[in-house]
């Protein structure tokens, strides 16, 4: 099955980074065998709205979780600002690659590569 940017999917990947690096970029590899990794597929109705950080819409709440079931890949962040030193909110630049990624209902996707400018920040 191949859904291009319908917003009926989502992916997110969990991983704790609060404890990185702060002279040097963090890569953090993504390996299903780590249980502090958590990757998830996300189905409902425009899942894309509730990845921005203004408002949570009610109307994008996922009908249905999976856990991937296959995928590897890594995520790399900037450096963390020094200790006590307070950055504003998604002021963070990092990276995210996965390949090989599978869901549980089978669904399969082509390999995800993105990068943003505006980590750290959270809906609500």
Same mark, same amino acid.
């Given at each position: 099955m191949t859904l291009r940017s319908t917003g009926v999917l989502a992916v997110t990947v969990t991983v704790e980074a609060d404890r990185r690096s702060? +002279?040097? @970029?963090?890569? &953090?590899?993504?390996?299903?065998?780590?249980?502090?990794?958590i990757?998830?597929?996300? @189905?409902? @109705?425009?899942?894309?709205?509730?990845?921005? +950080? %203004?408002? &949570?819409?009610? %109307?994008?709440?996922?009908?249905? +979780?999976m856990?991937?079931?296959?995928?590897?890949?890594? &995520?790399?962040? %900037?450096?963390?600002?020094?200790?006590?030193?307070? +950055?504003?909110?998604?002021?963070?630049r990092g990276s995210l690659r996965l390949t090989g990624l599978d869901a549980e209902d089978g669904t399969t996707f082509a390999p995800i590569t993105l990068a943003s400018e505006t980590i750290g920040c959270y809906s609500g």
């Amino acid at each position: 099955m191949t859904l291009r940017s319908t917003g009926v999917l989502a992916v997110t990947v969990t991983v704790e980074a609060d404890r990185r690096s702060s +002279t040097e @970029r963090t890569t &953090i590899p993504i390996s299903l065998s780590v249980p502090a990794v958590i990757v998830e597929v996300l @189905r409902g @109705r425009q899942m894309t709205m509730n990845f921005c +950080t %203004d408002v &949570i819409s009610t %109307d994008a709440q996922p009908t249905s +979780t999976m856990a991937a079931t296959a995928g590897e890949g890594e &995520i790399v962040l %900037d450096a963390a600002p020094p200790e006590g030193e307070y +950055t504003a909110c998604g002021s963070t630049r990092g990276s995210l690659r996965l390949t090989g990624l599978d869901a549980e209902d089978g669904t399969t996707f082509a390999p995800i590569t993105l990068a943003s400018e505006t980590i750290g920040c959270y809906s609500g």
